[in-house]
């Protein structure tokens, strides 16, 4: 898979994507992410890549030439205008980074893990044109109910999370399978019963409590059943505290 991260900050990427699985996926192979300094696509002396907004307001906005232009090198060809828009790739996606976008979500990075390709615009200042939202973007996101300065950290999260998502990128496949957010995860018919869930529900879970030695830690202990070699009783045991933890942590989830 390849990562186009289109920004004005290219050197912010120096260190979020040089370790870990994200490290090892590029060396590999897996993903290939190469970095667009936005200010290449300007026009005038002083590179500028922002602008005043109409209407008057505190902040500059980005404007639409450089991020059109630069969304159109990397992709070879124009996309297109008022009077006749391009048709965008179903196997590439242009991901808006925005505090206005829908929510990113593990399901949005398992439907993402299947692109062939993924371009970030990195978004900065007050916010950007709006017609890059409504022309050029395939899709506007946000990685939470917050604002940051810039897309960058956002752009290196999404990059993340779909990553672990390939194949190979993991040493274990079913680490990604296996833990919060995974979507299906099987409950016990008792369970669903417990809390008049249908038995047709699969609610998403976070994941279930882990420990690892000492089995004794300052007095807390090892919750007995995981050291008992009962598998079938870690299995239900596991279930029930994964979603005691979402009912508490989360119970939005469980909506």
Not at 11 to 24: C, K, M, Q, Y
Not at 106 to 114: D, G
Not at 181 to 199: C, I, K, V
Not at 228 to 242: C, D, I, L, Y
Request: proline share 5%.
């Amino acid at each position: 898979m390849r990562f186009d991260l289109v920004t004005i900050f290219p050197e912010f990427f120096a260190g979020p994507l040089d370790h870990g699985i994200v490290r090892r996926a590029r060396e590999t192979g897996i993903i290939d992410i190469r970095i667009t300094d936005l200010r290449e696509f300007t026009k005038d002396r002083h590179r500028t890549v922002d602008d005043r907004p109409f209407g008057g307001g505190e902040g500059m906005v980005l404007k639409p030439e450089p991020l059109f232009g630069a969304v159109e090198a990397l992709l070879g060809h124009s996309v297109g205008d008022a009077k006749q828009k391009a048709p965008p790739d179903a196997q590439t996606a242009i991901v808006l980074l925005s505090a206005a976008g829908k929510r990113f979500r593990q399901e949005t990075a398992r439907r993402y893990s299947e692109l062939d390709r993924i371009i970030l615009l990195c978004g900065r200042y007050e916010g950007v044109d709006e017609r890059v939202a409504e022309h050029l973007a395939t899709e506007e996101v946000s990685i939470g109910d917050f604002v940051l300065s810039g897309g960058e950290l956002a752009a290196a999260l999404v990059i993340d999370a779909v990553t672990r998502l390939l194949p190979g990128a993991l040493g274990n496949e079913a680490s990604s399978q296996n833990e919060s957010f995974a979507a299906g995860q099987p409950l016990s018919a008792e369970m669903l019963r417990a809390d008049r869930l249908a038995t047709d529900d699969t609610p998403v879970l976070l994941d279930f409590p882990h420990y690892t030695r000492p089995a004794d830690f300052r007095g807390w202990t090892v919750p007995e059943v995981l050291i008992s070699g009962h598998h079938a009783q870690v299995a239900k045991w596991r279930e029930e505290q994964a979603r005691s933890k979402t009912r508490r942590n989360r119970p939005d989830l469980l909506s």
